[in-house]
């Protein structure tokens, strides 16, 4: 008698933290699939807006979850910008002044390099796997692959100001689209993935584009021009004198 | 003293034979003496306001810092006293009130803007009396311990943030370490304050939830203590100078918020130019009516000299005369002023400048405050500038010559 109503009770509750547990474990295998236990990155950024558009090449390394470097190669003027991050602190350096700068907190908010991701998305990418609650919303079937659509509502004193965000990641562990919403649950931004290719051995969106909804002549798009995976990256590469004077 | 009755009763009449000359004269003298005080009261009324504002806008009467924390207020230069050690020395000691909190700069995020402000990490219970937050007029709620989880907010500052109680923001500044320290925190309340700057420049919340946040502790940055009167903080600076050694820095109000302290003594020094540039409108009037009450009776003054009365005396008199009127004048406008400050008392609505004087650091209902000190002032300036004024025509009266007089056509 008593197991019967407890076995499907039983069931039920361990179906719900099954389902908990694979929504943040898609997100952080989606996450682990872009980024590699470590990564050399060449890619293209170009930041539009109505009136100009500028375009940047990048080159970024990554190793760990907390460690990346990005550096700028064209355009000339900009060369050797750099951006380095390590756990959740972050230092640009710019051969024009010849300084290193810690970023502070104040302005961790801002633009990175003028594009349409702030300081923070760049420096705390993986914040989004251990400070939300994540739910599988919905299980589709698009072009014979799965597609999961994840809902993650960040903390309750986690330092995300977006009520929810919305993730659409294949089985395969592309991140087909990663909205952004307010409290009021009005859809603020998204980056969508434009372009899924077969690069570096694994199958990963080579082309992002960051759109705001309000303005949707403003955006920046990343286009992936090659990448590897698995390497071996020193950790000297990730230091502020490597920043300064890259020895690669 | 039979001289100066009869002296007097001549000057008395003497004005009255003129009485419409007079009239006006007493006009002009009692608006003078009523623009004086008036005007001074609602200066005066109008910086109590600023210096008590200002007070209330958090720095207290006398506060405790590290040493370099007011020329860098950052997380860097806590007070060596750890909480702990503040509650043992201060701790009923007989201030009005103290409170200890943490107030470093920070910036607030919501979806949409971020701004720079001021975090204060405050024990709700121990600040009454030391902020300029009315707890009755909050939308939502106010902290309720330095446990409470919530955080509020200026109106203002929510208007630009695009955001409302109930919702979410981030709050980021750094610890120790320059290393982020970050949280998100639920909007509970939105103050409203008397200064825009305030409702956009502060947010408040709990001490302990920013303590953690900031990974310091039980350490804070300011103490403040409030005494029973701006005016002289000494006493409570004494007792607090005399419980800490030298690694703190005491300061008075009129040290930290030094643009209010010299506010109070400009206002000092304004009042005695006011007083005095009103006078010297007042005395071109005084004068030359002095000058045509003695040119209109040569004869009659000399007439007096023949029949015997002395120089002194015609000197007496026409000072007299002057000092009668300025009396009458001023008594007339003392009444004036205070018959126009009594409605006023309880608050003048100046909502339609309110802008300009948000500006200054002003709020937007007016206080006149009317000192005794000011009343007396203005009196004995009038009638000590009178009498000085009124010499010149006095002592060309006196000097005439009596056969000369009286022949004069």
Known sequence: MNTRILLPLLLLVSSAAANERDATQIVRDAIDHWRGLSSYTEMTMVIHRPDWERSMTLQAWTKGDDRSLVRVIEPRKDRGNGTLTDDNKMWTYSPKINRVIKVPSSMMGQSWMGSDFSNKDVARADDIVDQYDHTILSETDEDGIVVFEIESIPHEEAAVVWGREVLRIREDHVVLSHAFYDQDDELVKTLQSLEIVEMGGRTIASRQRMVKVDEPDEWTEIAVNDVQYELELRDSLFTLSNLRNPRD | MRMLSVLSRLAWRYLWRNHRRTIVMLGAISIGAWAMIFMTALTRGMVDQMILDGIS?????????????????????????????????????????????????????????????????????????????????????????????????????????????????????????????????????????????????????????????????????????????????????????????????????????????????????????????????????????????????????????????????????????????????????????????????????ISIVAEGMEMMGASSILYPKLLLQDVVLANVVVLILGFLASLSPAWRASRYEPVEAITKV
């Open chain 2, 57 to 349: 806008a958090l720095p207290g009467h006398v506060q405790v810092h590290h040493p370099d924390y007011l020329d860098d207020p950052s997380i860097n230069n806590l007070l060596p006293l750890d909480d702990e050690e503040l509650e043992r020395r201060f701790a009923g000691a007989g201030f009005v009130a103290w409170s200890s909190r943490v107030k470093v700069p920070a910036v607030i995020t919501s979806e949409r803007e971020s701004r720079g402000v001021t975090l204060l990490g405050i024990d709700p219970a121990a600040e009454r009396g030391l902020t300029f937050i009315d707890e009755e007029n909050i939308d939502g709620r106010f902290l309720e311990g330095p446990d409470d989880k919530g955080i509020v907010i200026g109106a203002k500052l929510a208007r630009t943030l695009e955001t409302e109680v109930g919702k979410r923001v981030v709050l980021m500044s750094q610890d120790p370490d320059n290393d982020i320290a970050d949280r998100g925190f639920r909007i509970i309340g939105l103050f409203h304050a008397s200064m825009p700057d305030h409702e956009d420049g502060y947010v408040f919340v709990g001490k302990r939830v920013a303590q953690n946040m900031l990974r310091i502790g039980g350490a804070t940055t300011e103490v403040v203590f409030l005494g029973d009167d701006y005016r002289n903080v000494e006493p409570t600076y004494e007792q607090v100078l005399a419980a800490v050694d030298g690694s703190v820095s005491v300061k008075r109000w009129n040290e930290v918020a030094t643009y209010l302290g010299s506010m109070l003594e400009v206002m000092d020094g304004f009042v005695v130019i006011w007083v005095i540039v009103i006078f010297l409108a007042l005395s071109f009037g005084l004068v030359n009516t002095l000058v045509m009450a003695v040119f209109e009776r040569v004869r009659e003054i000399g007439l007096m000299m023949a029949l015997g009365m002395k120089p002194s005396a015609i000197l007496g008199q026409i000072i007299l005369e002057s000092m009668l009127l300025l009396i009458v004048g001023l008594a007339i406008g003392d009444l004036l002023a205070w018959a126009s400050i009594q409605p006023i008392k309880d608050g003048l609505d």
